[in-house]
């Protein structure tokens, strides 16, 4: 079946997160309604993975099939105006007939914004930290993070994953040079439910001399969520990126 | 009198722009609405210059005098917490009893921001422009502003200034790595009405291959606001920074 690849943008403030929920406003079902206008079938939409309630996304790819060839510069003009202003298809493409947008994904990359200042024109998607943190505190914290670990610590509690071992290639904060602007960029394979929040919220703690830095290994050996911090506020968080073996 | 200078940030989307006018909404009417609240008199706060309608500051310099000595930290907090979300207070400092926003500014950079796909995340502070320009196009042409020069052809005709000579040091397009970002910088001693949203209305022209290169050189020299493009839209415009000898 002809397949084709969305890359999406999305303002998650006013959706209950990207997966289909009864009741909820979600963006997977905001896009399956515009597109159901657009080709003559429903077809499912299916996300390289979840973002939860107001997490951003710049970078999500979704794949959906269809029965027909599309024309893809059409159809991604038509969605455009059909989507709310709060989602935008940024890119629609032909995919190999196997090209699964989860399955085929090899890693993911999110940022998290925040500022030492008040915030105003970036105020839906950045988070006030005041006073500042002690950024070198939290990235020598960071770097326990590293590597291959089972990330249970981090995992919302009611999650039913069962295999949370997932591997981190990068996790660090990266001060920008203009009035106390600040970015958590964290790459993994995978990435639990509530994992960066958590991880965001406990590298603040030890930012904000609560805890110390060498607390992060132990809480990560704990397998125990209680033992992390508070998840960060998901204004803050934003799905940058999905790596494939050939993006 | 003692002199305070104060650093803002603003979405000028809900605004009828800086200045107090009658029945409008402005900037300069919310803060020293809130700064009467916060200090024991009235004082007028001087912004560096107007930003009209719509338009966005990052850096916006305003100062106020007043009789007594205040407690900047305690006064900023206070003005934060009194100010909507739309306008923050990011610093607020003594300054030389002197010291004058406006007439002490040696310049003024503004950034007027674009992107070639649909914008989501930056709707409120970023235009689409759709195909893409030819952004080298605009450059060469840009490079025509480079000096001194009499800007009447991008002065809002209506303006009531007289001298219209500007010294323009910067006009530079900049495209970001990442899916059709782009930025016009521009820095000048000083800017007319409308000047810079004139300048990116034309420079668009040019880079849609409506107007050639060359055609700047002609604009500039006609000193008839009626031979530049259309204004650019005033959301995709923000205020960066302000200049002082000594910063």
Same mark, same amino acid.
């Given at each position: 079946?002809?397949?084709?690849?969305?890359?999406?943008?999305?303002?998650?403030?006013?959706?209950?997160?990207?997966?289909?929920?009864?009741?909820?406003?979600?963006?997977?079902?905001? /896009? *399956?309604?515009?597109?159901? #206008?657009? =080709?003559?079938?429903? @077809?499912?939409?299916?996300?390289?993975? $979840?973002?939860?309630? +107001?997490?951003?996304?710049?970078?999500?790819?979704?794949?959906?099939?269809?029965?027909?060839?599309?024309?893809?510069?059409?159809?991604?003009?038509?969605?455009?105006?059909?989507?709310?202003?709060?989602?935008?298809?940024?890119?629609?493409?032909?995919?190999?007939?196997?090209?699964?947008?989860?399955?085929?994904?090899?890693?993911?990359?999110?940022?998290?914004?925040?500022?030492?200042?008040?915030?105003? /024109? *970036?105020?839906?998607?950045? #988070?006030? =930290?005041?006073?500042? @943190?002690?950024?070198?505190?939290?990235? $020598?914290?960071?770097? +326990?993070?590293?590597?291959?670990?089972?990330?249970?610590?981090?995992?919302?509690?009611?999650?039913?994953?069962?295999?949370?071992?997932?591997?981190?290639?990068?996790?660090?904060?990266?001060?920008?040079?203009?009035?106390?602007?600040?970015?958590?960029?964290?790459?993994?394979?995978?990435?639990?439910?509530?994992?960066?929040?958590?991880?965001?919220?406990?590298?603040?703690?030890?930012?904000?001399?609560?805890?110390?830095?060498?607390?992060?290994?132990?809480?990560?050996?704990?397998?125990?969520?209680?033992?992390?911090?508070?998840?960060?506020?998901?204004?803050?968080?934003?799905?940058?990126?999905?790596?494939?073996?050939?993006?």
């Amino acid at each position: 079946m002809p397949t084709y690849r969305m890359l999406l943008e999305y303002d998650g403030t006013g959706f209950h997160g990207w997966q289909i929920q009864p009741g909820h406003v979600s963006v997977q079902e905001a /896009l *399956e309604q515009a597109l159901a #206008v657009v =080709v003559p079938e429903r @077809p499912r939409i299916v996300g390289s993975g $979840r973002t939860d309630a +107001g997490v951003h996304a710049r970078g999500q790819v979704a794949h959906f099939r269809v029965n027909e060839t599309l024309d893809p510069p059409r159809i991604r003009a038509s969605l455009n105006g059909l989507l709310p202003e709060t989602v935008a298809v940024l890119a629609l493409d032909p995919a190999p007939d196997h090209f699964h947008a989860r399955y085929d994904a090899r890693g993911r990359r999110y940022a998290y914004y925040v500022r030492t200042l008040p915030i105003v /024109l *970036e105020r839906h998607a950045r #988070v006030l =930290v005041r006073p500042a @943190p002690d950024f070198d505190a939290m990235n $020598r914290a960071a770097e +326990g993070l590293l590597g291959t670990h089972d990330f249970s610590a981090f995992c919302r509690s009611r999650s039913e994953t069962m295999n949370r071992v997932c591997t981190v290639n990068r996790a660090e904060w990266h001060r920008e040079r203009r009035r106390g602007d600040a970015q958590f960029n964290i790459v993994a394979d995978r990435f639990l439910h509530g994992m960066v929040r958590a991880i965001v919220g406990t590298l603040l703690q030890i930012g904000r001399g609560k805890r110390v830095e060498s607390d992060m290994g132990r809480i990560l050996a704990s397998l125990d969520r209680r033992e992390a911090g508070p998840a960060a506020p998901s204004r803050g968080l934003v799905l940058e990126e999905v790596i494939y073996a050939s993006n």
